[in-house]
């Protein structure tokens, strides 16, 4: 069972906005920054989002992160079958003086 | 290019031990959080342990007193030495730099069993 709370499935269609939750306590997306990795089949995780809401250069503006108190949400617009990834979200978390990840959201585009 | 190349996976029974090096290029560890993350077969990613630029180290609970952290410098390399495994401690082993995990290496696989 993993500290933050994804949901283990989300799908769309191509063109659609999706959004994956990520839901934590005080500890962690309460009182820490919120990235997002998303990992194709067969390949390393890729950082999509960090600090709740940045991009890396090279990630497309289609990606976007955001935070309210202890839950994280990432979202994609304009679907592609491109997209179609395992999505993470991670935050250090203080009373484990570790980092924890979601268990991770299979997003399908159907 | 900014790049980590994870080698020293492989098979080992348990109880046994095994060093993983993760070698950087394009970039210093020296003045660099750096992490080992991992992940079992078919499973989520699960974050092992840090050092942090200041040279203090972090661990996860399953790995606390197994596994040990560090660096050489000269060697722009980072390793886990990982003592009294466990047929759970099975998994696809990578580092990854800065505490956003911003670039990750391939990834070196650790399997054990008897």
């Known amino acids: 069972q993993s500290v933050l709370a994804q949901p283990p499935s989300a799908s769309g269609t191509p063109g659609q906005r999706v959004t994956v939750s990520c839901s934590g306590g005080?500890?962690?997306?309460?009182?820490?920054?919120v990235n997002w990795y998303h990992q194709l089949p067969g390949t390393a995780p890729k950082l999509l989002i960090y600090d709740d809401h940045r991009r890396p250069s090279g990630v497309p503006d289609r990606f976007s992160g955001s935070k309210s108190g202890t839950s994280a949400s990432l979202a994609i617009s304009g679907l592609q079958s491109e997209d179609e990834a395992d999505y993470y979200c991670?935050?250090?978390?203080?009373?484990?003086?570790?980092?924890?990840f979601g268990g991770g959201t299979k997003l399908t585009v159907l | 290019e900014v790049q980590l190349v994870e080698s020293g996976g492989g098979l080992v029974q348990p109880g046994g031990s095994l060093r993983l090096s993760c070698s950087a290029s394009?970039?210093?560890?020296?003045?660099?959080?750096m992490s080992w993350i991992r992940q079992a077969p078919g499973k989520g990613l699960e974050w092992v342990s840090l050092l942090n630029s200041g040279g203090s180290t972090f661990y996860a609970t399953s790995v606390k007193g197994r596994f040990i952290i560090s660096k050489d410098n000269s060697k722009n390399t980072l390793y886990l030495q990982m003592n009294s495994l466990r047929v759970e401690d099975t998994a696809l082993y990578y580092c990854?730099?800065?505490?956003?995990?911003?670039?990750w290496g391939q990834g070196t696989m650790v399997t054990v069993s008897s």
């Open positions: 991670a935050a250090w978390d203080d009373n484990l003086d570790g980092v924890v």
């Open positions: 005080a500890s962690n997306i309460g009182s820490n920054s």
């Open positions: 990854a730099r800065d505490d956003a995990f911003d670039i």
């Open positions: 394009g970039f210093n560890v020296r003045g660099n959080f």
